[in-house]
């Protein structure tokens, strides 16, 4: 599930290829609206994220497609836009980066697509981070910097670079040095177990994430891991 900017509408998956939006009643005993239903995938949805700045929706599912999805018209109707994941296998989660230019999307097929809006063509393009074993479960954006950490089943968390000229700029810095390249690996840790999710502090100075072995763990970045 994901929640708009304000909290006033809340999108849904209910086990199924479609996501539902509902809006939230004004009071709590009242029900809930059911306002729009997006279904352009084929297989189960396994992911949804809501950019709360540009308000668009980005939504991942088992048959290895994410759609952008955005309000059009007098109507507000949600209209989807195809991207070019370039997967083998099914996208299992997603997440927008900080400026919402980016999203990352985790995979089975052992990659994470970065994805970005490439203008000229009219479309969601993405370019891959590679070097996992397995499924990648989830994935997280740096809070300052185009830096993702993804949670794998090969029972490793890692940490990438996911700077891109082309939408990032030419002067980024990041606490592993400016204009890293992209998909240069600046931090891996091992797990005892398949790792489930991650996510970063709010300063971007540390790092958590779960495993299968009913573990969370702590890394301090800036003590250098």
Known sequence: ???????????????NNTVVIFKKPAAAADPWEKIAT??????LVTDIAWAPKTNRIVTTAQDRNAYVWTKEGPKGE?????????????????????????????SG?????VCYFEAENNFWVSK???????????????P???VVATACTDFKCRIFSAYLK????????????????????FYEVESAGWVRNVAFSPTGDALAFCSHNSTVSF??????G
């Open 144 to 146: 300052t910097s185009p």
């Open 109 to 113: 097929a052992r990659t994470v697509p």
């Open 78 to 106: 949600w209209k989807p836009m195809l991207v070019i994941l370039r997967i083998t296998a099914a996208a299992t989660s997603v997440q927008w980066s900080m400026d919402e230019q980016k999203f990352a999307v985790g």
């Open 128 to 142: 891959m981070l590679k070097g996992h074993m397995s499924t990648i479960q989830a994935v997280a954006w740096h």
């Open 1 to 15: 599930h994901a929640w708009n900017a304000d909290r006033t509408e809340l999108a849904v998956c209910p086990n």
């Open 166 to 185: 082309n939408v990032d700029g030419k002067a980024v810095s990041t606490p592993w040095g400016d204009n890293p390249k992209f998909g240069t690996l």
């Open 219 to 224: 890394v301090d970045l800036a003590a250098g």
């Open 38 to 43: 997006l279904s352009e995938h084929d297989a």
